[in-house]
Nanobody, 124 residues
Framework: QVQLVESGGGLVQAGGSLRLSCAAS????????MGWFRQAPGKEREFVAL????????SYADSVKGRFTISRDNAKNTVDLQMNSLKPEDTALYYC?????????????????WGQGTQVTVAS
């Protein structure tokens, strides 16, 4: 079974930074697109960032462009999300997700593997 485990969440003040990490086990994920999503209380899950399966490009939600950076280390089977200049509206449960091999990850339904989530709380 494929397992994704997020870590690095916590409580920070507005303007602060956090680095989230996702560790994958059970497979080598170099051929899978990796994504980060978040869900605030009472709201739908939303896309945050992705790193393509071939490492050719990344994509970010407009709300986090210029503040968040996604990276991956295929040798370690990890994907990170560096979050800077955090805002209270960034408060959410953050999820790591992965597609099957060769999928672009442009559709939410492409992601079939999900972590348990890590909480990020930004105080004003």
């Amino acid at each position: 079974q494929v397992q994704l485990v997020e870590s690095g969440g916590g409580l920070v003040q507005a303007g602060g930074s956090l680095r989230l990490s996702c560790a994958a086990s059970g497979r080598t994920f170099s051929s899978s697109t990796m994504g980060w999503f978040r869900q605030a209380p009472g709201k739908e899950r939303e896309f945050v960032a992705l790193f393509s399966f071939n490492g050719g490009w990344t994509s970010y939600a407009d709300s986090v462009k210029g503040r968040f950076t996604i990276s991956r280390d295929n040798a370690k089977n990890t994907v990170d999300l560096q979050m800077n200049s955090l805002k209270p509206e960034d408060t959410a449960l953050y999820y790591c997700a992965a597609t099957p091999p060769g999928r672009t990850g442009s559709n939410l339904q492409d992601y079939i593997y999900w972590g348990q989530g890590t909480q990020v709380t930004v105080a004003s």
